[in-house]
């Protein structure tokens, strides 16, 4: 069993950035693809950022060259470094992990960016 807590979210003006973490519990940690979601009110879902097992990455395009997604396999924690924060970037930011089409998700951390 995974379980996965982010943290790291708050308040923030337009501009600036925020380091969001997720540590995971378990011992599959390695093997997850791990991957971050946002969602802003009246929204649905969508992805930011994720990273393989492998290390390889990919971002929603909307974030390219300002986030930047990373994995600590020894500290079973993957972070999302936000720079140049815009007010759109406004969202609850969830945590996913995936391994042998099995998600798992936490409980998400606010983001909000002010003008």
């Known amino acids: 069993q995974v379980q996965l807590v982010e943290s790291g979210g708050g308040l923030v003006q337009a501009g600036g950035s925020l380091r969001l973490s997720c540590a995971a519990s378990?011992?599959?940690?390695?093997?997850?693809?791990m991957r971050w979601y946002c969602q802003a009110p009246g929204k649905q879902r969508e992805l930011v950022a994720g990273?393989?097992?492998?290390?390889?990455?990919n971002y929603a395009d909307s974030v390219k060259g300002r986030f930047t997604i990373s994995r600590d396999n020894a500290k079973k924690t993957v972070y999302l470094q936000m720079n140049s924060l815009k007010p759109e970037d406004t969202a609850v930011y969830y945590c996913?992990?995936?391994?042998?089409?099995?998600?798992?998700w936490g409980r998400g951390t606010q983001v909000t960016v002010s003008s």
């Open positions: 990273i393989t097992s492998g290390g390889s990455t």
């Open positions: 996913a992990g995936e391994y042998a089409m099995t998600w798992y």
């Open positions: 378990g011992s599959i940690f390695s093997l997850l693809t």
